[in-house]
């Protein structure tokens, strides 16, 4: 099972690209503030970029505590979403361990699926799907 990776950060321009695509093809928004990826300076004037990603826990944290099960556990790392059973409780915005899961304004949780639209169209090869090793 292929997970979201960041494959090489200091290649990365800050374009946008990835939040762009997560936004556009998951969320159907033009806007990156609905995106499951984060990109942004590490800090200061001149200092290099960022990129905050789902780490794809092979457990899933952020599902255990879902009322509904609209979050279930991916095979290999990650979630699966149902938007139909998410009762908005935002449960799993606290259970995330790297904080990466937020809510949007109707109180969906923006949250990474695993599918690769952000690494296929970033152009400077930053984030990539690679295999899991065995966990």
Do not use: N
Request: net charge positive.
């Amino acid at each position: 099972m292929k997970i979201l990776r960041v494959k090489d950060i200091d290649r990365c321009i800050g374009c946008y690209s990835c939040m762009l695509a997560c936004a556009r093809i998951v969320f159907k928004s033009h806007s990156v503030v609905k995106s499951a990826v984060l990109v942004r300076t590490r800090g200061g004037l001149q200092s290099k970029w960022g990129a905050d990603i789902c780490r794809g826990c092979p457990d899933a944290p952020c599902a255990e505590p879902c009322p509904t099960g609209a979050l279930r556990p991916r095979p290999g790392g990650g979630v699966i979403f149902k938007r139909d059973k998410c009762s908005q409780c935002g449960a799993c915005v606290d259970a995330c361990i790297v904080r990466m899961i937020r809510l949007d304004e109707e109180g969906f949780p923006i949250i990474c699926i695993q599918c690769g639209s952000c690494a296929r169209f970033c152009p400077q090869d930053v984030l990539a799907m690679e295999e899991r090793e065995s966990v």
